[in-house]
């Protein structure tokens, strides 16, 4: 258990809809960052948040948008889903922002877009 | 741009044979490396990093790699493979970003099967 959590573990929903998931980062930890790994694509950076602000952007499409909250737990929005958004989507977190800092792991949200 | 090669999708390996992985990244600047293991249904779990000094890196559950800059390589190896080694294995590299940001670039990842 890497201390990290995510729900839900498991979303089911249709084309055009709009999901959030959730993550809670370490205790004690400051960044969190948001990665999607698909069977096309691999492990992909999404985000990286780092207490409360925006610190990093990758191949994150524009029809998704995340937050970090002052408690520091983090949302990754979704919206007009597509049936190729269909992955896993994984949260990290790490103690603060530096490229030697671990990153923590949670075991992830699998979206099913039908 | 970085990037992390994993040349081997699957590897099949008889429990008690020895293991190596191998990873091959691109990167400017003095790489920061990593070896995360996925089970079924897992997340990903810290095997090992390497930052800078020794170039052999000790991890969990009997792992190590040993980074050679010359090979631009961090290849992941195991003396004795169990059974529940069977898992996805990937090779991470971290870049820092410009405004105090950083990810993590993956390999593909290798697929290691374990015949008992």
């Known amino acids: 258990d890497s201390g990290v959590t995510q729900t839900p573990k498991h979303l089911i929903t249709a084309t055009g809809q709009r999901v959030t998931l959730r993550c809670s980062p370490r205790?004690?930890?400051?960044?969190v960052y948001w990665y999607q790994q698909s069977l096309d694509q691999g492990l992909q950076f999404l985000i990286h948040y780092y207490n409360g602000e925006e610190r990093a952007k990758g191949n994150i499409l524009e029809r998704f948008s995340a937050q970090q909250f002052p408690d520091l737990h983090s949302e990754l929005n979704l919206s007009s889903l597509e049936l190729g958004d269909s992955a896993l989507y994984f949260c990290?977190?790490?103690?603060?922002?530096?490229?030697?800092?671990?990153?923590?792991f949670g075991p992830g949200t699998r979206l099913t877009v039908l | 741009a970085q990037s992390v090669t994993q040349p081997d999708i699957h590897i099949t390996v008889s429990e008690g044979a020895s293991l190596e992985l191998r990873c091959n990244y691109s990167y400017g600047a003095t790489p920061y490396l990593f070896w995360y293991v996925q089970s079924p249904g897992q997340g990903l779990q810290l095997l090992l990093k390497y930052f800078s000094g020794d170039t052999l890196v000790q991890g969990i559950k009997g792992f190590e790699a040993e980074f050679k800059r010359s090979q631009s390589s961090f290849n992941l190896r195991k003396p004795s493979v169990h059974w529940s080694d069977a898992a996805e294995y990937f090779c991470a590299v971290a870049l820092i970003l410009t405004g105090g940001g950083n990810k993590l670039t993956f390999g593909t990842g290798t697929q290691l099967k374990v015949e008992l």
């Open positions: 990290a977190s790490s103690v603060s922002r530096g490229g030697t800092d671990t990153q923590y």
């Open positions: 205790s004690g930890d400051l960044s």
